[in-house]
């Protein structure tokens, strides 16, 4: 965290799109007072609807996926909003499963939809500056022995 201001991720599935635009038209006032990031297609419309400056990664499928997914891993990365398509399969949902996957690993609140982003940025946790939520220790794992030929 930088000054009480959070990095938010922002990603949405095309059909999530029109949800995350409605979301953020909403909420844009607290978003401008965070450093906002976005996989292309959505971080593009999202700059262009608000007015607001976010660093626009690559389109999800092209790796912008996988981007946010190293970020978090880097822990620039304080929240984690990815509006998914739970009625289309996805070609690139191994990608999608990753990103999960670390936002989990490395204990980053990520919001599915708009109910638990709306949850997420209304938290008092979110504007304590104070708060920090747990890294995750993970110096045994790393530290294990491997079997040889594993």
């Known amino acids: 965290m930088r000054d009480g201001r959070k990095r938010i991720a922002l990603v949405a599935h095309d059909a999530k799109k029109a949800d995350m635009l409605q979301w953020a038209r909403y909420n844009r006032g607290i978003l401008a007072g965070h450093d906002l990031v976005a996989t292309g297609t959505t971080g593009r419309l ?20 996988q981007q946010v997914g190293a970020m978090i891993a880097d822990r ?8 998914c398509d739970p009625l289309t399969a996805q070609p690139h949902e191994p990608d999608v499963q990753a990103l999960m996957r670390l936002a989990g690993v490395w204990n980053v609140p990520i919001a599915i939809n708009r109910a638990t982003a709306d949850l997420a940025i209304a938290s008092p946790l979110f504007y304590d500056r104070a708060y920090t939520p747990e890294t995750p220790d993970y110096r045994a794992h790393e530290q294990r022995q491997v079997p040889a030929g594993a």
Request: hydrophobic residues 45%; charged residues 20%.
């Open 76 to 83: 620039r990365i304080d929240l984690l909003v990815f509006f």
């Open 46 to 65: 999202l700059s262009d609807d608000l007015s607001l400056p976010i660093e626009c990664l690559l389109s999800g499928p092209l790796g912008g996926d």
